[in-house]
């Protein structure tokens, strides 16, 4: 069992539409960071979130980290293909510098 | 390019063999983790290393052993491997320290693939 659940686990849509993906966990932890993946190739970082409530925004990528800090969101504005790609969260337990991943969220951007 | 480099990138080998796959971190990183991601498993935390020294360990098999040396590069040693075996292995660095500091940002190698027949 995965310590983090994503959902959902595909998504496909139209270029320009809105999508939000969710990151949830029973565990409280120290940071939350999200990924995107490309076939191949490893894990890119695109943001880490430390503190409950915070909201980080990254062009039409906008972050939050929930107020108890167990769960996370991530949504995407005007969603183009070049955003297709595979989005992984990730907890930080309070063992520092150990991480959870959760199993990912395929999402597919159709032009 | 994340300044992350790992070897081989592929490699093909058959049951019951061993294997030692090679990560050199981003310049300064002093530390090193360890990933393994099959298809139907997401992305496994395996082992970490802070500046030589085992810092976390997740689900490692005891058939898997890693080091890292004073020059900071690390290696991964598979055996006795089985075709469960078979997956896409990361190396990820980060400054790292012991400070209690949150939210260390990791930065990620382009994988080894291994198959095993």
């Known amino acids: 069992t995965q310590l983090l659940e994503q959902s959902p686990q595909f998504l496909s849509i139209q270029e320009g539409e809105n999508l939000t993906v969710y990151c949830n966990s029973s565990s409280v932890f120290s940071s939350l960071q999200w990924y995107r993946q490309e076939p191949g190739e490893g894990p890119v970082l695109l943001v880490t979130v430390v503190t409950g409530g915070e909201v980080k925004k990254l062009k039409r990528l906008t972050f939050q980290f929930g107020d108890a800090r167990k769960d996370s969101s991530l949504h995407i504005t005007a969603a183009q293909p070049g955003d297709t790609g595979l989005y992984l969260c990730?907890?930080?337990?309070?063992?520092?510098?150990?991480?959870?991943f959760g199993s990912g969220t395929k999402l597919n951007v159709k032009p | 390019d994340s300044g992350v480099t790992q070897t081989p990138k592929h490699l093909i080998t058959a049951t019951g063999q061993r294997v030692t796959l090679r990560c050199s971190p981003r310049s300064g990183d002093l530390s090193v983790y360890w990933y393994q991601q099959s298809l139907d498993q997401g992305l496994q935390f395996l082992i970490q290393?802070?500046?030589?020294?085992?810092?976390a360990k997740g689900n490692i098999l005891e058939r898997f052993s890693a080091q890292q040396f004073p020059d900071l590069h690390s290696e991964l040693n598979l055996s006795s491997l089985e075709l469960g075996d078979s997956a896409l292995y990361f190396c990820a660095s980060s400054v790292g320290s012991t400070s209690g500091r949150r939210g260390y940002e990791q930065y990620f190698g382009p994988g080894t693939r291994l198959t095993v027949t």
């Open positions: 990730a907890g930080e337990g309070h063992n520092f510098n150990k991480f959870y």
């Open positions: 290393y802070y500046n030589g020294e085992e810092r």
